[in-house]
């Protein structure tokens, strides 16, 4: 127990002279946004997710076989959405290859771009958003979390990919040390889990206040996310290399 407490206490609050720096407790930032905006698009877009690609995928299939409820048109835009946004973050990895913390806080600003559209759309619709923009919620949030998925792998911290738990979960049963690791990290692994739970949970309370609402302390956490990431990245030590 000590130990789990120990690696869960060193994921939130790094210790100086750490490989990855204030990498972890950003990214599980990102993972609570996840949470958030996926939140949003399944319980206030009609039953579609834009950060778990498994999930939509899944439910394409369902619609495709005729399920009540749901739109195959809805996941297919979602998912080309996600893959665009996937290929901004591939390039901006390749930009900003050699310097892991501008490659975060530029993904992070566009981020924060995106879901600024999002909470203006919100707001104009005024809770109430019609099939346009429904879709356009799809496409800026999708954007979004396909470039925040594409920029994680990048960095490459492990078991904190911000949007897929499938192997974090795996990770975590069978005891194995991710890819790059030097060893299992259970106490990561279940914060990884909890701050997707955590935005998902924020996420469906907000959304009983307001669409708008949600899209703004999404749009927040991101601001002030991006805004520290920013700071942290004006630095050369070592956790910024690849």
Do not use: C
Request: aromatic residues 4%.
């Amino acid at each position: 127990m000590r130990k789990l407490l120990v690696d869960a206490a060193h994921t939130l609050v790094p210790p100086k002279g750490d490989r990855h720096g204030p990498l972890p407790p950003l990214m599980l930032t990102l993972t609570v946004l996840a949470g958030l905006v996926d939140a949003v698009s399944y319980l206030g877009l009609g039953q579609v997710f834009v950060a778990n690609m498994t999930g939509n995928v899944v439910l394409l299939g369902f619609a495709l076989a005729g399920a009540a409820g749901l739109s195959a048109s809805a996941s297919v835009v979602s998912l080309a959405a996600f893959l665009v946004g996937a290929v901004a973050g591939g390039r901006f990895g390749t930009r900003f290859a050699a310097h892991r913390g501008r490659l975060l806080a530029s993904a992070m600003a566009l981020q924060a771009v995106l879901v600024a559209a999002a909470f203006v759309i919100a707001v104009v619709a005024h809770g109430r958003v019609g099939t346009p923009g429904r879709y356009a919620l799809i496409v800026t949030l999708g954007l979004a979390m396909g470039t925040q998925t594409a920029v994680a792998r990048r960095i490459g911290v492990p078991d904190l990919t911000t949007t897929v738990l499938t192997q974090t979960l795996t990770g975590l049963a069978a005891g194995s040390g991710g890819a790059g690791d030097v060893g299992p990290r259970p106490a990561r692994r279940i914060l990884s889990v909890l701050a997707m739970v955590l935005g998902a949970l924020v996420g469906a309370l907000l959304l009983d206040v307001g669409l708008s609402l949600t899209l703004g302390v999404a749009l927040g956490l991101l601001v002030v996310a991006a805004v520290v990431t920013g700071r942290l990245a004006a630095t050369d030590a070592e956790w910024v290399r690849p």
